[in-house]
């Protein structure tokens, strides 16, 4: 009887730990910069840099920014552009519904009309300055979205 | 009764004159400083970019970038444009670390002259100074590949082991906790860069003079990273002075200036290039 009985909690123990390990590694991989995010994120820029640079005949650069986007957060990188070069702008986000809205603003702050190509959390921008200097990069949540984004971005020229 | 008016007239005038010329020099002056620290930014409100700007190693991009830019507007003979190694020993690390920065600068140059031999000679010489900052042992591998890919003339690849050296660098002193090592390295590459573009710009034809700075921002840029330096760096009267001389640069290529389209001249040019020059040498003379 007590055998049976001790089983019996043993098991509800074990029921209850597996629910909770299950629920943290749950939360885990849904936090931003889970590991798994910041990986999903990291090889969604790779791919795209290796494919643009094969394409395109493009140059990658061996440096990365790389961060959380929370709602109502914005984050501006400054860029230097040099006229005469192209570039493209490659950004990698935390999984493959991910969006984000990214804006490039010219060396006297007025937004350059470009559009970009997105697909399945990944970010291309070509930008070709006709002005060498500080270029502005702003990068957000898409209007309505509140669930925050990993996002790794780098960018490419030629 | 006809002198006396004649002396007040004057002296409103001397008096007008001058308050004219106040006026006229004080907004000039403002202007200067504020260019650096906040610039005009027409569709981005001032509270937002003043919250969310960051800082990044992918804002300062690699000489390669540069260069590859100023080589789209004219046939440049690059090689013409190489500076000797050193024959002393630098005071200090963070002069150290300027030069090491500045054979980087020399590494993309001699890259760009596909010239081989001098990538090796480079090679060499960065992995000394890297000994003397404690990280020879760190950058072996990348110096091996650089080389490897420099015989090949696998140029691209050779530019990608160069800027993975400086950013392994970085890394490691940041790590060791000399953050300010690996900023001093950042400028050296950027001083020496922007000294080769002032004598290219000079020595050729170009449409876009404000290239031979790197563009508009490129030295304020240089003068954050050094007002950033830690208190023990900003006593170094080397570093006062070179504030000095690149503020007087900025003050030169300020972005309204070249935005307006004011047309510069070899004048500017070479002004600029001197007083880099200068920055460069304080740092590198003999102690």
């Keep these: ?158 | 009764m006809k002198a006396r008016d004649h002396r007040a007239l004057v002296v409103i005038l001397a008096l007008v004159t001058g308050v004219i010329a106040i006026a006229q020099n004080e907004p000039e002056n403002e202007d200067d400083n504020e260019a650096r620290t906040k610039p005009t930014l027409q569709d981005i409100p001032a509270e937002q970019f003043e919250k969310s700007l960051i800082e990044s190693d992918l804002s300062l991009p690699t000489p390669a970038e540069l260069f590859d830019a100023l080589a789209k507007q004219t046939n440049i003979r690059w090689r013409s444009y190489y500076r000797d190694p050193l024959t002393h020993t630098l005071a200090n690390r963070s002069n150290t670390a300027v030069w090491l920065g500045a054979r980087l600068a020399d590494t993309y140059l001699a890259m760009e002259a596909r010239d081989t031999q001098q990538v090796r000679n480079l090679s060499k010489d960065i992995q000394a100074h890297a000994r003397n900052l404690g990280m020879g042992e760190k950058t072996e591998a990348r110096i091996i590949r650089l080389d490897a890919f420099a015989g090949e003339q696998a140029w691209t690849g050779a530019r990608f082991e160069v800027e993975s050296l400086q950013s392994e660098l970085a890394i490691n002193l940041r790590a060791m906790r000399d953050k300010d090592l690996a900023e001093m390295i950042l400028i050296g590459v950027w001083l020496r860069t922007l000294e080769i573009t002032t004598l290219v710009v000079n020595a050729e034809e170009f449409e876009d003079m404000v290239v031979c700075v790197g563009g508009i921002g490129m030295v304020d840029q240089l003068l954050d990273r050094l007002e950033k330096l830690g208190p023990g760096l900003q006593k170094d009267p080397i570093i006062g002075a070179a504030k000095s001389q690149l503020e007087r640069v900025s003050r030169i290529w300020k972005g309204e200036k070249v935005l307006s389209g004011r047309q510069y001249g070899d004048d500017e040019v070479k002004e600029t290039h001197t007083r880099i020059s200068t920055v460069l040498n304080y740092f590198v003379r003999k102690p």
């Design chain 1, 1 to 158: 009887m007590n055998h049976r009985r001790f089983s019996l909690i043993m098991v509800v123990l074990a029921w209850v730990c597996s629910g909770l390990t299950a629920q943290d590694t749950g939360e885990a991989a849904d936090a931003p910069d889970s590991d798994e995010r910041k990986f999903g994120a990291r090889s969604r820029a790779y791919d795209l840099e290796f494919s643009v640079s094969a394409a395109g005949n493009y140059k990658r650069r061996d440096t990365y920014w790389e961060g959380v986007l929370d709602a109502d957060d914005t984050v501006i990188i400054p860029l230097q552009l040099f006229k005469g070069n192209d570039y493209m702008i490659a950004i990698g986000l935390g999984s493959k519904e991910n969006v984000v809205a990214v804006t490039a603003f010219n060396c006297a702050g007025k937004v350059m009309p470009l559009i970009p190509d997105e697909q399945e959390g990944r970010l291309l921008l070509p930008v070709s300055p006709n002005q060498s200097g500080a270029h502005f990069l702003r990068l957000r949540l898409r209007n309505g979205v509140t669930t925050p984004v990993y996002a790794v971005m780098t960018y490419l020229y030629r």
